[in-house]
């Protein structure tokens, strides 16, 4: 049951941080309470990761958590820090399902002009979002993302185009993409491009730059 609690609530960062009482966060100097990224040292390479080893179950009680408060679930049995996973900021794996889900929209507006069907590029994202609702509710998902817009699809000086979206919004919208729920139509083979695509990237970056045993 607790590890069915935990794995549910890991890709909410402000839920984790009320069930656990954390002070990490993104607001925070220190930003995950499983690992000890810091702005500092995440602005510089993230590679340095690899020298961070990830905090124990008293220390993320003793240094992560609001002085004078112990949430209770750091005392139920079989609790220990790998099972309080790291924080949203590692789940959409610091990033990069941001521009997963906004590449892959990017390549659908421009690539595949019927996927969301006549129209503008806000007429087809307005559509795309209400596939996206139609598809949580069928299933019973939450969500709480804003109608998809140009403005949702920013350009950063990074290389990829990337969705506005808050942590479980965008891995909900990942499930989407990754599943071809979004799309029905259009060259088998760019269809499949876009379906493994989703999978890959992740896969690639925890195999590149997320390698320690010791962090997130």
Known sequence: MLHA????????????????????????TQLCHHCRVTHKVFAVAPSLLAELPRRTLDEIR????????????????????????????HIINLGVVLWVVGSCFK???????????????????????????????ERKIPNTQPRFTTASLKSPDGPFPELRAKAYNATRIYDLISHGDLISSGPWIMLRLVWWWPGWLPSYWHCTVNTSPLKC
């Open 5 to 28: 609690l935990c794995c549910e609530v890991r890709a909410d960062w402000k839920w984790q941080k009320e069930w656990l009482g954390l002070t990490t966060g993104w607001s925070s």
């Open 62 to 89: 003793d240094q992560c958590t609001h002085r004078g408060i112990r949430s209770p679930l750091f005392d139920l049995p079989g609790a220990s820090a790998a099972l309080y996973k790291w924080c949203a900021m």
């Open 107 to 137: 390549l659908l507006l421009t690539d595949f002009p019927g996927v969301f069907g006549e129209g503008d590029d806000s007429q087809r994202l307005r559509r795309a979002h209400e596939a996206f609702k139609l598809w949580c509710h």
